[in-house]
């Protein structure tokens, strides 16, 4: 029988596992993972989150905000934004127009990245609708589950000592990632939030998984 306690208990010491087995994908803002800057304080932190929650990436380039976006369109209409922003054809203008137009670049660089990748679109679009999701212990979300196959993975994934023993666990995955962003294009269509935001808590899990499996597939190579 699972407890909320021992839900509670399983659900961190697996974070714990996965932050340690891979510090680059801990939970972060969205800004923090684009912005390539050193680590910031709390207050900055705050200060950086509330300006992010108040940015629409959807809008700066120029779509509407829904999950289902055209790769191929997405890719062209940056291009296009940045070859009008191009600091060469501001190269006479005033510091302040050039300034403006670097500025305006770099927030375009950064919606592009967030548009661009499932994951973070879909919390992008959570933030948009006021439902965010803040890290990997919200238990009113987590599939009890999940995170019993997350863990089994987990597990299989240490025990592996070689890329051909990863290989079926990483196409697994990223089977199960596919199948959660069919889901999450649907939930966000037909406007159930709260599907779409439980789905992506588990489209967070997967992530992580894949990219602990690809961590670990360099490692071996490695050695």
């Given amino acids: 029988l699972t407890t909320p306690e021992t839900s509670y208990t399983m659900m961190h010491l697996f974070t714990i596992s996965l932050r340690r087995a891979s510090p680059s994908i801990r939970c972060s803002s969205i800004t923090a993972r684009f912005s390539g800057t050193a680590a910031a304080t709390p207050s900055s932190r705050t200060q950086e989150k509330e300006k992010e929650n108040e940015t629409d990436h ?19 209409k940056y291009k296009h934004l940045m070859k009008d922003l191009h600091p060469d054809r501001y190269a006479t203008a005033t510091k302040e127009v050039s300034d403006q137009k670097g500025s305006m670049a770099t927030d375009v660089t950064r919606a592009y990245g967030v548009v661009r990748d499932p994951l973070l679109r879909a919390q992008h679009l959570l933030e ?96």
């Fill in 58 to 76: 959807f809008h700066i380039l120029g779509f509407e905000r829904t999950f289902t976006i055209p790769l191929d369109e997405l890719k062209a």
């Fill in 128 to 223: 948009l609708h006021g439902t965010p999701i803040e890290e990997l212990n919200d238990q009113s979300i987590i599939d009890h589950a999940l995170l019993f196959e997350v863990m089994e993975i987990r597990e299989q994934i240490e025990d592996a000592s070689s890329d051909e023993e990863l290989r079926p666990i990483l196409q697994s995955s990223l089977t199960k990632k596919d199948e959660l962003i069919d889901q999450l294009a649907e939930a966000f269509q037909e406007g159930r939030i709260d599907d779409a935001k439980r789905t992506t808590a588990k489209l967070q899990y997967w992530v992580r998984i894949e990219e602990t499996i690809v961590g670990k597939m360099t490692s071996v190579h490695k050695h």
